[in-house]
């Protein structure tokens, strides 16, 4: 699971930019379409803050949708799947 290593990184990030005061709170926007499980982060978080200057730190997270505009009439869209068209006129973008 790839959300063990991100979760490294971002306890690295805050280590190194709280200069050793406690961290309160960690907030993390998420694509959702960007391959990483938000429950997978959620736990490797609570295991890996530990003895971290993030050990009583709550995660937050905030799951962002895709969007895409269309070239021919500029609609913009929310992507749910693999399917990159417009939704209004059924656009297919190149």
Do not use: R
């Not at 295991?47 to 070239?71: H, R, Y």
């Amino acid at each position: 699971m790839h959300e063990y290593s991100i979760v490294q990184s971002m306890l690295d990030l805050c280590e190194k930019h709280s200069k050793g005061k406690a961290v309160e709170k960690v907030a993390v926007k998420i694509g959702k379409m960007s391959g990483i499980e938000p429950h997978f982060l959620k736990e490797s978080f609570e295991v890996f803050k530990e003895d971290t200057v993030c050990q009583n730190a709550v995660m937050e997270m905030e799951l962002i949708d895709i969007t895409i505009e269309c070239q021919k009439c500029k609609e913009v869209s929310k992507v749910d799947n693999f399917n990159f068209y417009c939704v209004v006129f059924f656009c297919y973008l190149s």
